[in-house]
């Protein structure tokens, strides 16, 4: 009886192993990456092409916040504490007045991520134009990041401009060594973040999440306007959802 539940076991095993499909190979990364933006010449180099303002129009009714005045001083903790309380679960438009720095602002967002508001930038330009965005902190932002999708496209905002990258590497720009799209003639080349971003999108059209990820010496401002570059028209993201 034992041998016989022994080879009826190897039986099983054996058919079981046999009947096994191969792993699928994996995707080739280097085939899959977009073409590069074209370089551009001579005046176009330094002139930033115009970019109409793209987003949406902010809910009706919205808790609006102004950093940088209002009734929630940035370096107060009272008023973080009061901010906590109104914001739970609330919808709100974050309006940035003058140079109020992202690394200023950090805690007001910690405090608008932890109440799970629903938050809006406004555009710094164009008072009926915001956008919707999660908040993620650094050990969130790393979850998605190490999610096994294709994309993660993000945009990484500095002062030299934005670097367009995804999970297969960086898109190049006219300089290789440098940001994807660079600052032109001291401004930010709305036009072709827009137009990197849309190609990142062809190329992955299953990605349906962005992030935006400024350095901490940014201004809400220049996010404010950065955003609107993950618009290709009015009311029309290019990404489902940005973070």
């Not at 309380?85 to 720095?101: F, I, M, P, R």
Request: charged share 20%.
């Amino acid at each position: 009886m034992r041998l016989r539940l022994l080879a009826i076991t190897g039986i099983l095993a054996c058919a079981s192993a046999c009947t096994e499909k191969p792993a699928a190979p994996a995707p080739d990364l280097k085939a899959m990456a977009p073409q590069p933006l074209q370089p551009l010449d001579g005046e176009q180099a330094f002139q930033v092409a115009p970019a109409p303002v793209f987003g949406e129009e902010p809910p009706a009714k919205v808790m609006r916040v102004v950093l940088g005045g209002g009734d929630f001083p940035l370096e107060s903790a009272e008023a973080m504490k009061k901010l906590q309380e109104q914001a739970k679960g609330a919808t709100v438009l974050l309006v940035a007045l003058g140079d109020v720095y992202l690394a200023q602002a950090a805690a007001a967002l910690q405090v608008l991520d932890e109440a799970e508001a629903q938050v809006w930038i406004q555009h710094p330009a164009d008072a009926r134009v915001a956008f919707p965005v999660l908040l993620r902190d650094e050990a969130a932002f790393q979850v998605w990041i190490d999610e096994p999708k294709l994309g993660k496209v993000r945009a990484i905002q500095r002062a030299d401009g934005f670097e367009l990258t995804t999970m297969i590497g960086k898109l190049p720009g006219a300089d290789p060594n440098g940001p994807t799209v660079p600052v032109r003639g001291g401004q930010m080349d709305i036009a072709t973040l827009r137009r990197g971003l849309g190609r990142l999108k062809d190329r992955f059209p299953k990605s349906e999440d962005a992030c935006l990820v400024p350095s901490f010496g940014t201004e809400v401002q220049a996010i404010g306007r950065a955003l609107s570059g993950f618009w290709s028209a009015a009311g029309e993201p290019i990404f489902s959802q940005v973070c």
